[in-house]
């Protein structure tokens, strides 16, 4: 694989991966409700969740989704449904942080919901679906494997994703003392519902290239 491409590639896929986006502010609001290792597993399920839209890429179901105007609504509602749905629930979260021998701690659901809730968030986020759709195609040598390129690609993407989410996520605990106040941590979450609403909205405003 031409190292130049490859170089070139990894550029673009970190400035990609760690701009703000649906998944950067879901581990921002991890780390402040739950420990390192929860964080750890949702930026797995981001993760997988990510590995399977780059092999849907790969497999020319990103064609499809790029020249079908009705696949694409269907994913940009699902994802915009979603972000919507999340932005509620932060809106309503009544989330305490209790301080107990200076040890920071969060009420918290089970890792399964973690899980659960950055995996559905990565497989319906048309941020990396227009990635592996529109941007992972053009850097690959066709004159070359194609699965050799795929698997070393992919495997950048995830580990500059799994990093970046978890260095947000710890960034965010690192900050957890200043809203030790429950009046700030309202803030915190009338600020991040209201982020996730607006990016749903911001979705369904998202029009098709093809169109």
């Known amino acids: 694989m031409n190292m130049e491409l490859l170089l070139a590639y990894t550029v673009v896929a970190f400035f990609y991966v760690t701009s703000p986006g649906p998944?950067?502010?879901?581990?921002?609001?991890?780390?402040?409700?739950?420990?390192?290792?929860?964080?750890?597993?949702?930026s797995s399920a981001n993760v997988l969740g990510l590995f399977i839209l780059s092999t849907a890429s790969i497999l020319?179901?990103?064609?499809?989704?790029?020249t079908s105007a009705t696949l694409f609504m269907i994913v940009?509602?699902?994802?915009?449904?979603?972000?919507?749905?999340?932005?509620?629930?932060?809106?309503?979260?009544?989330?305490?942080?209790?301080?107990?021998?200076?040890?920071?701690?969060?009420?918290?659901?089970?890792?399964k919901s973690y899980f659960s809730e950055a995996f559905f968030l990565a497989v319906t986020n048309p941020k990396p679906i227009l990635f592996f759709t529109a941007i992972f195609p053009q850097f690959l040598d066709i004159h070359k494997n194609i699965t050799e390129q795929f698997f070393v690609m992919t495997l950048i993407f995830l580990c500059i994703?799994?990093?970046?989410?978890?260095?947000?996520?710890?960034?965010?605990?690192?900050?957890?003392?200043?809203?030790?106040?429950?009046?700030?941590m309202d803030w915190f979450h009338k600020l991040t519902g209201g982020?996730?609403?607006a990016m749903g909205i911001g979705l369904l405003q998202l029009k098709n290239k093809m169109n």
């Open 23 to 42: 998944a950067i502010f879901l581990a921002i609001a991890n780390g402040l409700r739950s420990d390192m290792p929860t964080v750890a597993i949702s």
């Open 76 to 111: 940009k509602v699902i994802g915009a449904l979603y972000l919507i749905y999340l932005g509620v629930k932060f809106l309503r979260s009544n989330t305490q942080i209790n301080m107990s021998n200076c040890e920071t701690k969060v009420i918290q659901k089970s890792k």
């Open 60 to 66: 020319g179901l990103g064609v499809i989704i790029t």
């Open 195 to 197: 982020l996730f609403i």
């Open 161 to 184: 994703s799994f990093c970046s989410l978890c260095t947000y996520a710890y960034i965010a605990r690192r900050s957890k003392m200043w809203l030790t106040q429950q009046s700030r």
